[in-house]
């Protein structure tokens, strides 16, 4: 019996080093959305907000976005384009790597 415990400790450790970092960055991503891109891009993504109708900010969960690559939506938050504030300076690289994550996932949610 002990020794059934003791072989599940390291799976157990495995699974909190794996799990922590990825949940993490998601509740990091969250709150970098909502601080940074939630005015126009709204809680779900849809830019259903009346600052996200007025600059015509695009349903980030729609196929027109969801279709373009990592590196093309990344460039677009960085370097910004229209009214689409660039971020490049504001967040750091990895955070955007993060942010670009959780919009996919909110697309998922759809
Ligand atoms: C001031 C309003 C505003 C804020 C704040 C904002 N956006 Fe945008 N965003 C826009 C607009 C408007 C567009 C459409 C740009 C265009 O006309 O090409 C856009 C476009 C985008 C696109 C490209 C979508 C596509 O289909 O090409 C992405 C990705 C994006 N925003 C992500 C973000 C993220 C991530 C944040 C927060 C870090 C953010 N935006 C904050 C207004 C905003």
Do not use: W
Not at 38 to 67: I, V
């Amino acid at each position: 019996m002990r020794v059934r415990i003791l072989r599940l400790i390291p799976a157990a450790i495995f699974t909190c080093l794996v799990l922590t970092p990825v949940l993490s960055a998601q509740m990091d991503a969250a709150k970098i959305y909502k601080t940074n891109c939630e005015l126009c891009h709204g809680p779900d993504g849809s830019g259903n907000t009346g600052t996200g109708k007025a600059m015509h900010a695009r349903d980030l969960r729609s196929d027109e976005t969801q279709k373009q690559s990592d590196a093309a939506l990344t460039e677009v938050i960085s370097k910004g384009r229209g009214k689409m504030p660039a971020f490049g300076k504001k967040i750091k690289p990895e955070d955007i790597t993060k942010l670009l994550a959780y919009i996919r996932i909110l697309a998922a949610k759809k």
